[in-house]
């Protein structure tokens, strides 16, 4: 079954995305070993069901590879001129230090090396401190490189409120801020999402099934040590179920869920996405891919049929309703990492 025309966002002008988007951080070797050929198999099955969009990182491991070789394979099997249909989305991460034209532009063309690429479609940017400005160097030389078409589009991941708004009253042009957004983790609904909806820049969530927590297989459990979360990722949104109320107010959140999600014949997942999907400014959740290992292609397909009313609203909202306000107890998006 082909996904609906909904699953489907015009990101930008020249660019449609899927709204689920497939996240890579979980072939880093954080989350289990993979295998190459595996992935790059999984990766078909992907796109061949619609989700044609991909979200990684020159730190996530061999991401950047597996999309230079699902490429090849891609232009192999169908002709190069139908990669046209893949989305790939990267991020630089630069260690700190000198934001010079040379530095930049060496880290974009190792990026479009391993991704058999000449142009990015999104160059998404990470920052560490914020006291170092020079971050806006580095933006400065980035959207040169856009507008000389080594980057289709240039993007953000983790900044706050402040600094999108001074990058954006520096005229430098982004499209999207890559954040934190779940039914746990709500901050971008306190400034972020009404900065983004009035400067035309939007959200792509990741974090919104909480590294699989956020599904039937944890409803009913007892707290799990940290020697049961067997994935980085599961491990980082247990830290961020404590900071919001701790496994019991979780376990009240998931059987609200489940209710919701019997209503509509899916999956706790389905009800969490289709939550964030809803919320003003967001393009897409990126849900992460053990490429090889595990898949839900068929399960996360169903997020695209489920139409959330005000009753399901109703049936979620006290429970959230009982939780600690993120923006205080961590701060504005990306402040976790600074
Ligand atoms: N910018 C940043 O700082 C940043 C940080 C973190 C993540 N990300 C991006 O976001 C992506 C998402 O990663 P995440 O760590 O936030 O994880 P996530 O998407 O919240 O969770 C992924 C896990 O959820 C499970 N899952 C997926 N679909 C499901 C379904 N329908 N039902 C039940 N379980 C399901 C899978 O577990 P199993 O594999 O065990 O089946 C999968 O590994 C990353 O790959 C990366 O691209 C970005």
């Not at 169908?78 to 893949?86: F, M, N, S, T, V």
């Not at 630089?92 to 930049?104: A, E, L, N, S, Y």
């Not at 170092?132 to 980057?151: N, Q, S, T, W």
């Not at 709500?186 to 959200?203: D, K, N, Q, S, V």
Request: charge should be neutral; hydrophobic fraction near 45%.
């Amino acid at each position: 079954m082909p996904l609906p025309a909904t699953s489907r966002f015009p990101f930008a002008s020249d660019l449609s995305i899927c709204r689920i988007l497939n996240g890579m951080w979980q072939v880093s070797g954080a989350h289990g070993a993979i295998d190459p050929g595996r992935a790059v198999a999984a990766m078909f099955l992907y796109h061949d069901a619609g989700f044609t969009t991909w979200d990684l990182a020159d730190h996530y491991g061999p991401a950047e590879d597996l999309v230079g070789e699902f490429r090849h394979q891609f232009a192999a099997r169908h002709g190069a001129d139908r990669l046209a249909e893949i989305q790939a989305f990267t991020k630089w991460v630069p260690h700190p230090g000198p934001m010079t034209r040379q530095v930049v532009e060496q880290a974009v063309g190792v990026s479009l090396r391993r991704m058999g690429t000449d142009r990015l479609d999104l160059l998404q940017f990470h920052w560490w401190d914020y006291r170092d400005a020079r971050y806006l160097d580095a933006l400065k030389h980035l959207a040169e490189l856009r507008d000389k078409g080594r980057i289709r589009h240039l993007a953000l991941t983790n900044f706050d409120t402040e600094r999108l708004a001074a990058i954006a009253g520096h005229g430098i042009r982004i499209v999207s801020n890559q954040v934190q957004y779940s039914l746990v983790d709500r901050r971008p609904e306190a400034r972020m999402a009404a900065f983004c909806a009035e400067h035309g820049i939007t959200l792509l969530a990741y974090g919104t099934l909480l590294g699989g927590l956020l599904s039937e297989k944890y409803l009913g459990r007892p707290e799990p040590g940290r020697g049961d979360l067997t994935t980085a990722s599961l491990q980082k949104y247990r830290q961020m179920i404590d900071a919001w109320g701790g496994w019991p107010l979780f376990q009240e959140l998931l059987a609200a869920l489940k209710r919701v999600a019997e209503r509509h014949g899916v999956g706790i997942a389905n009800i969490g996405a289709r939550y964030v999907l809803d919320r003003p400014a967001v393009a897409g959740v990126i849900v992460g891919a053990r490429l090889g290992v595990a898949e839900h292609v068929a399960d996360n397909a169903r997020t695209f049929d489920v139409v959330l009313d005000a009753d399901d609203l109703a049936a979620i909202e006290p429970v959230l309703a009982k939780s600690r306000d993120l923006m205080r107890v961590i701060g504005d998006c990306g402040d976790e990492y600074r």
